[in-house]
């Protein structure tokens, strides 16, 4: 069984400082690993994926990830948020070698960027 | 390109009664998956339709029930409501042949149950 903990449910930052929204998971196997974005509203939006080679995954809008087995951790980084970045950040898992069946998630960090 | 709809987007219903929830997916998917996203907390998987069947489910009851259809839409549908039936229910789509879980999520169908 997989499972995911995120470690902080809300992260109140200011506008152009850093945030690192922390995510450590549970898996007897090789796993792949993802962050999912969710505005007010909306879905799940994909932001980055982990599935193989190099452990630093980014994505378009200045987010970064960086797998770490041996502490099994995905972290989430970005060096200057922006007010636009205020929303449900979700860190989620799934068995790898296969697109079937779950993904399992974390209960949602909430960034909050303030002026 | 049309990505993951789904239909209502609200509803209301009380105790008891029978839901239906209907999901298209993105254009070139063809595998589903439905998750029960309750108040303050992540996604949780119910099942997973492929090929019209069911392929793998979370540990919800028996009174949720899914269906897919040939053209690759999904209906989740849930009896004998409760009241913490009450959440938002995100269906998802994917591609089995991509070799990973990437996940196309539409917004959502809020069930609430009074």
């Known amino acids: 069984a997989q499972s995911v903990t995120q470690l902080d449910s809300q992260v109140p930052v200011f506008e152009e400082a850093p945030v690192e929204l922390r995510c450590n998971y549970s898996?007897?196997?090789?796993?792949?690993l993802f962050w999912y974005v969710q505005y007010p509203n909306q879905g799940l939006q994909l932001l980055l994926k982990?599935?193989?080679?190099?452990?630093l995954v980014e994505s378009i809008n200045g987010f970064e990830a960086e797998f770490n087995k041996s502490q099994t951790s995905f972290h989430l980084r970005k060096p200057s948020v922006h007010i636009s970045d205020t929303a449900e950040y979700f860190c989620?898992?799934?068995?790898?070698?296969?697109?079937?069946?779950?993904?399992?998630f974390g209960d949602g960090t909430t960034l909050t960027v303030k002026p | 390109d049309a990505g993951v709809t789904q239909s209502p987007t609200h509803l209301i219903k009380t105790r008891g009664q029978q839901v239906t929830l209907r999901c298209s997916p993105k254009?070139?998917?063809?595998?589903v998956s439905w998750y029960q996203q309750a108040l303050g907390q992540g996604p949780q998987f119910i099942f997973q339709?492929?090929?019209?069947?069911?392929?793998q489910r979370g540990n919800f009851p028996d009174r949720f029930s899914g269906h897919q259809f040939p053209n690759y839409s999904s209906e989740l549908n849930v009896n004998a409501l409760l009241l913490g039936d009450s959440a938002l229910y995100l269906c998802?789509?994917?591609?089995?042949?991509?070799?990973?879980?990437?996940?196309?999520f539409g917004a959502g169908s809020r069930l609430t149950v009074l």
């Open positions: 898996s007897s196997v090789s796993v792949y």
């Open positions: 339709y492929y090929e019209e069947e069911e392929r």
């Open positions: 998802a789509s994917s591609f089995q042949g991509s070799g990973a879980n990437v996940l196309t």
């Open positions: 254009s070139g998917h063809d595998t």
């Open positions: 982990y599935l193989s080679g190099s452990t």
């Open positions: 989620a898992v799934s068995k790898s070698m296969t697109n079937a069946g779950k993904s399992t």
